[in-house]
T-cell receptor, first 113, second 115 residues
Framework: GENVEQHPSTLSVQEGDSAVIKCTYSDSASNYFPWYKQELGKGPQLIIDIRSNVGEKKDQRIAVTLNKTAKHFSLHITETQPEDSAVYFCAADPTGTASKLTFGTGTRLQVTL | DARVTQTPRDKVTEMGQEVTMRCQPILGHNTVFWYRQTMMQGLELLAYFRNRAPLDDSGMPKDRFSAEMPDATLATLKIQPSEPRDSAVYFC?????????????FGPGTRLTVL
């Protein structure tokens, strides 16, 4: 089955700096890669996703890059703000229908003033 | 703003008691997932349904856990009998179930504590 590794487990950045979280996956058939943000006491919320037919996707301050050859994908947050502080999860899915998401172990991002 | 709802939000029970958690998927979504989240194991998929039929429950301990969808607007996860090791946050998620456009939308979770 799929195995997703996520690094780092914790990340502290100053407000305004960039944050990068990296994930690797094992199943070359995986073709859907979402990122979720989980705030304290809440469920994970989708923030951005990418499918295997593109290498990069941006949404305002958030971007995701995908390298299928190396089987890794990354989340980039620019101009970080205190409200970006949360736990971020990457996931991979080989079905294309978001039916078999395998999640990474999460990255706790702390944005300090 | 369509959302997945879950009840109860918090549940404290004693070992051996039956626990029932409920989920209302987003209207029109035909795929429902149950996850368990713990510090040690992270997010684990327990089971998922499409069009109310169970497609995969390989992540669920069969002897004490059961998941059902009595109708398209309600999914349930039962634990009987509950054990302290079942203490976790249980999330329900729903999706449309179509290729190339689907994703999963999570509910707020049920925090279960088994004493």
């Amino acid at each position: 089955g799929e195995n997703v590794e996520q690094h780092p487990s914790t990340l502290s950045v100053q407000e305004g700096d960039s944050a990068v979280i990296k994930c690797t996956y094992s199943d070359s058939a995986s073709n859907y890669f979402p990122w979720y943000k989980q705030e304290l006491g809440k469920g994970p919320q989708l923030i951005i996703d990418i499918r295997s037919n593109v290498g990069e996707k941006k949404d305002q301050r958030i971007a995701v890059t995908l390298n299928k050859t190396a089987k890794h994908f990354s989340l980039h947050i620019t101009e970080t703000q205190p409200e970006d502080s949360a736990v971020y999860f990457c996931a991979a899915d080989p079905t294309g229908t978001a039916s078999k998401l395998t999640f990474g172990t999460g990255t706790r991002l702390q944005v300090t003033l | 703003d369509a959302r997945v709802t879950q009840t109860p939000r918090d549940k404290v029970t004693e070992m051996g008691q039956e626990v029932t958690m409920r989920c209302q998927p987003i209207l029109g979504h035909n795929t429902v997932f149950w996850y368990r989240q713990t510090m040690m194991q992270g997010l684990e998929l327990l089971a998922y349904f499409r069009n109310r039929a169970p497609l995969d429950d390989s992540g669920m301990p069969k002897d004490r856990f059961s998941a059902e969808m009595p109708d398209a607007t309600l999914a349930t996860l039962k634990i009987q009998p509950s054990e302290p090791r079942d203490s976790a946050v249980y999330f329900c998620a729903s999706g449309i179930g179509r290729t190339s456009t689907d994703t999963q939308y999570f509910g707020p979770g049920t925090r279960l504590t088994v004493l």
